[in-house]
Each structure stands twice: as structure tokens, then as C-alpha cells.
């Protein structure tokens, strides 16, 4: 029987039972009952080692019951993938394959919004490097210019990740702000289309065709739509009838329309 020392020596994690054995039997079987139930046996056995790892990630927004889930399919996976011939313990090949598992089902269905994967990778680095940084600077916040330091990011990328770490979950728009004692909510913060862009686009279209229209028909046009005078008062000013201040805006008007609608065409 071997000691203790030999068996930690061999194993790396406590929860690690001796199954080189029966992974080389499996490799040998053909697939039918007999070898489903060894296949179960072998899952069995390292639940254990599966469920502990699922206990690294809690308190990240997940039950730790889903995690286990996602663990135990992990190990599944594991162990259909496992080849002993490759002369590597089964615990060495299946911690990375596990942790993989659960790190995925973070990435894939833990954001409210899709964050491409290097923003989620920044975030990562970003939120162990200032984890370490509390420890060692106690009393205060690290600063960005440390963060990227201690996760070999630029600065912008440092930014970026502490950005990322705001943003795993999504508020509401009806989500009243901090602070808020009228009912400010976050939909109020939204912009909407100004209307006076369209005005802009059409002075900017019609201004080269006021420009080469005859000085009196600029006049009038000016007098009456920036100057907001009344027709009866700019033909008082021009010494012309109102009628005729009325044909002169209203030709002036479709011989402008007409101009802009033959460019826009």
C-alpha cells in the first residue's frame, strides 16, 4: 500500500482518486453497457474535484449549483477526451478543460450585452491586478497608471478592462439615478433627433439658389421669412402693391423648390 507522502506526490489535489487503471480499460472497450458504466464510475469519481472548481467562481452573479452543472459537464468532457497514452495524470487535463467549461458559460451567458472577448480578457487581467494591488496598497485606490502596470496593459487598456467591470449586468431605463429625488431615471438622459439638422441640410441646399436670385426678390424673401415682416408692410417699404409682393414670393418660392428638387435628383 502506498504512504500518504506517495499518493500527494502522485496527485496534486486532495480530491483526486487513483483511476489510471480504469481510464486504460475504457480506452480498450468497445462501447456498449459495460462501458457506460465505467464511464459513469469514472464521472463519479471526480465530481468531487469537479464541484470544487465550480466553487472558485462563486459570488460572480452565478448559484453555485449552475456552476457545478457546468463543471460536471465539463468533466464529461474530460473524461470522453482523455488519453492516457499521452502519459499525463487525467486531473492535469481535466482542471483546464473544467475551468474552461465555466469560464465559457461566463462569457456566453452571464452578459446582458455581447462584450467581444478581448474586452472580457481585459477585464480579467484588470480585476486580478487590482485585486493584488488592494492587498499591497491598503488604505487607498489603486490608480490606472498601477493597474497597468501590474497587468502589463497600456493604460487605455487598463481603461477599458476597469470599464468592462461596470458593464457585466444592465440597468433598466427606467432606473431611477443615484442621488434622484424627482424620479430622474435613465431614459430621461436619452438624446433624441434634433429637428433643426433638417433645417440645416435645407438652408445649406437653398443658399447658393437665394444667392442668384435678382437683389429685390433676395430682399423680400429676407424681409419676410428672417425679418418676419408682413407683406403688406414690404410693399409699404418697396412702394409696390401687396398682390405683387405676394406673386414675387410665391415665384421666388417654386422657382427655388424647383432648383433644389433638379440638384437633389
Same mark, same amino acid.
Given at each position: 500500500?502506498?504512504?500518504?507522502?506517495?499518493?500527494?506526490?502522485?496527485?496534486?489535489?486532495?480530491?483526486?482518486?487513483?483511476?489510471?487503471?480504469?481510464?486504460?480499460?475504457?480506452?480498450?472497450?468497445?462501447?456498449?453497457?459495460?462501458?457506460?458504466?465505467?464511464?459513469?464510475?469514472?464521472?463519479?469519481?471526480?465530481?468531487?474535484?469537479?464541484?470544487?472548481?465550480?466553487?472558485?467562481?462563486?459570488?460572480?452573479?452565478?448559484?453555485?449549483?449552475?456552476?457545478?452543472?457546468?463543471?460536471?459537464?465539463? /468533466?464529461?468532457? @474530460?473524461?470522453?477526451?482523455? %488519453? *492516457?497514452?499521452?502519459?499525463?495524470?487525467?486531473?492535469?487535463? $481535466? &482542471?483546464?478543460?473544467?475551468?474552461?467549461?465555466?469560464?465559457?458559460?461566463?462569457?456566453?451567458?452571464?452578459?446582458?450585452?455581447?462584450?467581444?472577448?478581448?474586452?472580457?480578457?481585459?477585464?480579467?487581467?484588470?480585476?486580478?491586478?487590482?485585486?493584488?494591488?488592494?492587498?499591497?496598497?491598503?488604505?487607498?485606490?489603486?490608480?490606472?497608471?498601477?493597474?497597468?502596470?501590474?497587468?502589463?496593459?497600456?493604460?487605455?487598456?487598463?481603461?477599458?478592462?476597469?470599464?468592462?467591470?461596470?458593464?457585466?449586468?444592465?440597468?433598466?431605463?427606467?432606473?431611477?439615478?443615484?442621488?434622484?429625488?424627482?424620479?430622474?431615471? /435613465?431614459?430621461? @438622459?436619452?438624446?433624441?433627433? %434634433? *429637428?433643426?439638422?433638417?433645417?440645416?441640410?435645407?438652408?445649406? $441646399? &437653398?443658399?447658393?439658389?437665394?444667392?442668384?436670385?435678382?437683389?429685390?426678390?433676395?430682399?423680400?424673401?429676407?424681409?419676410?421669412?428672417?425679418?418676419?415682416?408682413?407683406?403688406?408692410?414690404?410693399?409699404?417699404?418697396?412702394?409696390?402693391?401687396?398682390?405683387?409682393?405676394?406673386?414675387?414670393?410665391?415665384?421666388?418660392?417654386?422657382?427655388?423648390?424647383?432648383?433644389?428638387?433638379?440638384?437633389?435628383?
Amino acid at each position: 500500500m502506498r504512504s500518504d507522502a506517495q499518493q500527494t506526490k502522485r496527485h496534486p489535489h486532495d480530491d483526486a482518486p487513483d483511476t489510471a487503471a480504469a481510464f486504460r480499460r475504457l480506452t480498450e472497450m468497445p462501447h456498449g453497457p459495460e462501458r457506460d458504466a465505467l464511464r459513469q464510475e469514472l464521472v463519479s469519481a471526480w465530481l468531487p474535484m469537479a464541484e470544487r472548481l465550480a466553487g472558485r467562481f462563486r459570488n460572480r452573479g452565478e448559484a453555485l449549483d449552475d456552476l457545478r452543472q457546468v463543471a460536471a459537464l465539463g /468533466l464529461v468532457k @474530460a473524461v470522453d477526451r482523455y %488519453d *492516457p497514452e499521452r502519459g499525463s495524470a487525467f486531473e492535469s487535463y $481535466a &482542471v483546464p478543460t473544467v475551468t474552461g467549461e465555466i469560464k465559457r458559460h461566463f462569457r456566453d451567458h452571464m452578459w446582458t450585452l455581447h462584450v467581444p472577448r478581448r474586452v472580457q480578457d481585459l477585464r480579467n487581467r484588470v480585476r486580478f491586478a487590482r485585486q493584488e494591488l488592494t492587498q499591497t496598497v491598503p488604505g487607498r485606490t489603486p490608480t490606472l497608471a498601477e493597474i497597468a502596470e501590474k497587468a502589463q496593459l497600456s493604460e487605455e487598456d487598463a481603461a477599458a478592462g476597469l470599464e468592462a467591470l461596470e458593464s457585466f449586468t444592465a440597468l433598466s431605463l427606467d432606473a431611477e439615478l443615484p442621488g434622484s429625488e424627482d424620479g430622474y431615471a /435613465l431614459r430621461d @438622459a436619452l438624446g433624441a433627433p %434634433d *429637428p433643426a439638422l433638417d433645417v440645416v441640410i435645407d438652408r445649406e $441646399a &437653398v443658399k447658393p439658389r437665394i444667392a442668384a436670385l435678382p437683389e429685390r426678390e433676395r430682399a423680400i424673401l429676407y424681409m419676410r421669412f428672417f425679418g418676419d415682416m408682413t407683406q403688406s408692410r414690404i410693399a409699404e417699404r418697396l412702394g409696390i402693391s401687396q398682390m405683387h409682393v405676394s406673386r414675387l414670393i410665391s415665384r421666388c418660392c417654386d422657382r427655388l423648390r424647383q432648383e433644389v428638387m433638379q440638384d437633389a435628383a
